[in-house]
């Protein structure tokens, strides 16, 4: 193709973390059938200013993590520029990112559902999907009747503090972190502490980033969001602005995908130590063949006490409790994992495959298989 009729896109985006490099993924997906695109991915920095008057891109794709006030004010003043982020209208920037305000709401109701009555957020200071997580979460606690401590982690915070403040906090405490990589300090610092996960801290975080999740102790829940399709997302979008299309919308907001439980966020809390107990058991042997009577020979009480008091306090029984922690995990493998359903019922401690179909459609709809696939294809993957 003659290079008069190659289309130059910049991509400004630093692909540190797995959220970026899944945005990457997604701009690859679409780029890959455009032929007259020409592509270059430059690190955010002090040259990013240079780079744009000297090789005069058609489009740019970026996040503003990292660049100065003047890139930006560059920026604003080009005609076809996407931020890869949810942007203030302050800004008045083009915008293809996340739901930052239903991640916090997902959060809230989350925790609220496993019977937490403590609730505290932990965000990072001057950033605005953080700022927005925050609201969200504590407006969203609100509404349940409840209120949530903010900790906010920037330049010049010691770990003392962060440490003194999780002391502090009442326990047993439903902790919400802007993102996995602060999820994962945050059990480095407990741990320091003496403070037990999640026993007496519970941490979500945000991105279902695997590696950064896999690596802490104990395993990180998180928020999946839909990083892939942000970059599809924005890169259609950005193609017909060069192609001479007029935008009918500044900015377009993915809702989040669902909640991956792991073992951060596997206690309920409840007021009653006998439903506790119940539950704690129920987690710890979510992979083995349990009923309601293995249960009840642990609580030491009879099957009508602890129905009874399983209603009261979660609204639904001890056996419905045991199939959707199952589910819960089966969710899991699902999207963590490429096993196929009958290993993934004996990690399950269901009997077989035609079982995990049956309780799986119970209680989603739908089945393992599209599940699977509708999850992965809402991310991009």
Known sequence: MERSHLKRVAVILEGRVEYERNVLRGIRDFSSSQSNWLMRL???????????????PDGVLFQSAGLSSSVMSRLKTMRNAIHLSETPP????????????????????????????????????????????????????GSLGYRSEVFRIGPGVAEAEVEKWLKALPKPCALFSTHDECSLYLTTVCRSAGISIPEEIS???????QLICELAWPQLSSIAVPSRRVGQEAAKWLSQMIDGAKPDRNSLLLPPTGVV????????????EVVNRALRYMQ?????????????????????????????????????EIQRLKVNEIKRLLLDTRKPLHEIAGLCGVSDASRL??????????????YRKNKRDEKGG
Request: hydrophobic share 35%; charged share 30%.
């Open 90 to 141: 302050r800004l008045s920037l083009r915008s293809v990112g996340l739901d930052n305000g239903q991640i916090g709401i997902t959060a809230a109701e989350y925790f609220h559902d496993r019977g937490f009555e403590t609730f505290a957020f932990v965000g990072a200071e001057g950033s605005g999907f953080s700022v927005t997580r925050e609201k969200a979460f504590c407006d969203r606690v």
């Open 42 to 56: 430059e690190m955010p920095g002090k040259g990013t200013l240079d780079f744009l008057e000297n090789w005069k």
């Open 203 to 209: 941490i979500l975080g945000v991105d279902n980033d």
């Open 357 to 370: 179909v049956s309780l799986f459609r119970k209680f989603t709809g739908t089945t393992p298989g599209d």
């Open 284 to 320: 710890s042997h979510v992979g083995q063949r349990i009923g309601v009577d293995d249960v009840l020979r642990e609580v030491g009480v009879s099957r009508r006490l602890l129905e009874r008091k399983f209603s009261h306090h979660l609204n639904r029984s001890p056996l419905a």
């Open 261 to 272: 439980t792991r073992h951060s966020t596997e206690v309920n809390q409840t007021e009653d």
